[in-house]
């Protein structure tokens, strides 16, 4: 592995937190310590985080996390909708990387149903799931810039977020939650401006990150507020189950898009993660950005290589019949009468299918008992997990670095609280 | 000194832009023809209405937020063309997720998810939509892009699958608009 390669550099020492792993009590006997609330509705929390924050001075002494403020019980109105209509609940929880988690709902229920899923779909899949990570990058990168004070880059960023959602509104329809992945494929095939307009994008794109990296890697006052600040070391990452960007910032290769060969159209285009050396605040900012990059890279290589065929998979029990056979064919109409009231029915079984979602390892764990709703779904959601490990870094940290920390972990507080 | 300079190079190179701003009420933005906003319902060229209150756009929503009422189409003076017709057909827009089930759903393309997004109320009661507001050509129209570049799809399909037809579920009628 990369990391054994590396010249041996010297980790602090972070201990998993007990009898809580992510509850940090002060040791100090220090009379004035002082408890303060931040949250939930303060504008560094991303959402409705709540940090309970014991301060000795200026120094954060005790951490507590207070979660579920929006708590939307996604995983039990799952339970009671059919797999086709869950579809459109899984986008709202990671609001920001919200077709991956299209993406990866309706891979765990092909993989219950054993479906096939045109070559085409893969790549249109890929096309999106990259787009979406810039688009959480692209927030990530403005909001958190907006926690370090610098209001310039959130402005880019937004602007330039725009571009990318306009992508989602030509192909799906909708800005955000496109519920454009289906069971067996996509909902509709790219049209035919599609192709130009993504180059378009990619070139401009491209530009406009060498700007954004002149506005955190060289600028001084930025490197002062970032570099050195919240070190996560690897073996602390690997311990808290840290994953996605916050991992890689630690040096550690894990990327579900390159691990075990991947998984959808990934397996083809091959993927090399990347990886900074640190684990401090800088690098999760920088590893952001470099995967920008390579989102880019990837699309490109997506429109390149686009395979020709169908765009949904061609099973009449689980995909809507083609909208010109409802006029045509009767027994078309009846498999889309049983579709949309009943749902189609799914094998008995259970499935856990993880996903690189923006923020690292999305999974689905999904038990099926044969009929058209499934069981049980619980998700792995990956900004929880990242929460989890926050009171441990921030320990020893200025308050203000405790805000530069929580930015650089990019927790969504739908994604967490689901 | 020379760090904030150096700090604020990309800031100061943004002033000699133009601005992205646009400006909204003024100019409208066309929407691209796949977009989806305000239901219509449609009626076929004789006057009859499309819609023959089967509800399956309601069994369809996510959001429960359709309710159709149906009942037999009356001898005198038909409605539908079908047997039935909706007698009630409310959509609850507060509720809408605008996934666009409702229209992949019907089977004769009697509902279609139009461009208009302007849906702002001062109440609640005004945004359950009425079987007359969703049949009535919305008051302004907002503009859409190319139909022929952004909602035909790439593939010649009758080379695909030996089935080429341009109708999809935002474009029911096939052509431009």
Known sequence: MATTERPTKLWPTLEVLSPIPSELSPSTDNPDVLEINLGPNHP??????????????????????????????????????TYWKGITYVPRMDYLSFFTGEVG??????????????RRAEYIRVIFQELTRLHSHLIFLGTGSVDLGGIA?????????????????????????????????????LPRGFEPEARKLVRYLRNKIGEYEGLIEKNPIWRERTVGVGVIPPDFAIKMALSGPNLRASGVDWDLRSANG?????????????????????????????EMRSSLDLIEMCLDGLPSGPHIADDRKVVLPPR?????????????????????????????????????????????????????????????????????????????????ILASLDPVMGDCDR | MLDQVKGFSVTLRHLFRKPVTQEYPEYRRPVYPRFRGRHQL??????????????????????????????????????????????????????????????????????????????????????VYTKDMLLAKPERRTPSKSVELYDVPVQEMERVLGMYDVITATNPEGAPE
Request: overall charge negative; aromatic content about 10%; charged content about 25%.
């Open chain 1, 44 to 81: 560094s929390t991303h959402g409705v985080l709540r940090l309970v924050a014991k301060l000795d001075g200026e120094i954060v002494v005790g951490l507590r996390n207070e979660l579920g403020y929006v708590h939307t019980g996604i995983e039990k109105n799952l339970e009671q909708k």
């Open chain 1, 105 to 118: 709902y309706c891979m765990s229920v092909e993989k219950l149903l054993g479906l096939e899923v045109p």
């Open chain 1, 153 to 189: 880059l959130l402005f880019y960023c937004f602007r330039d977020r725009d571009h990318v959602l306009d992508l989602f509104e030509m192909v799906t329809g909708q800005r955000m939650h496109p519920r454009y992945c289906q069971v067996g494929g996509v909902a509709e095939d």
């Open chain 1, 262 to 290: 991947g998984y959808g159209a990934y397996r083809e285009l091959g993927y090399s993660p990347v990886l900074a050396e640190n684990g401090d605040t800088f690098d999760r900012f920088w590893v952001r950005v470099q």
């Open chain 1, 324 to 404: 010109h056979e409802l006029h045509t064919s009767m027994e078309s109409l009846i498999h889309h009468f049983k579709i949309v009231t009943e749902g189609f029915r799914v094998p008995a079984g259970q499935v856990y299918v993880p996903i690189e979602s923006a923020r690292g390892e999305f999974g689905f764990y999904m038990v099926s008992d044969g009929g058209p709703k499934p069981w049980r779904v619980r998700l792995r959601p990956p900004s929880f997990v990242a929460l989890e490990s926050i009171a441990a870094v921030a320990n020893g940290h200025y308050l203000a670095d405790l805000i530069a």
């Open chain 2, 42 to 127: 449609h009626r076929h060229e004789n006057g009859l209405e499309k819609c023959v209150g089967c509800s399956l756009c309601a069994a369809a929503c996510p959001a429960d937020c359709i309710r159709v009422v149906p009942a037999e189409n009356p001898v005198e003076g038909r409605v539908s063309a079908g047997e039935r017709y909706a007698r009630i057909y409310e959509i609850n827009m507060a509720r809408c997720i605008f996934c666009g089930y409702c229209e992949l759903a019907c089977p004769f393309d009697a509902i279609t998810l139009g461009n208009d997004f302007e849906l702002s109320e001062i109440s609640r009661d005004a945004l």
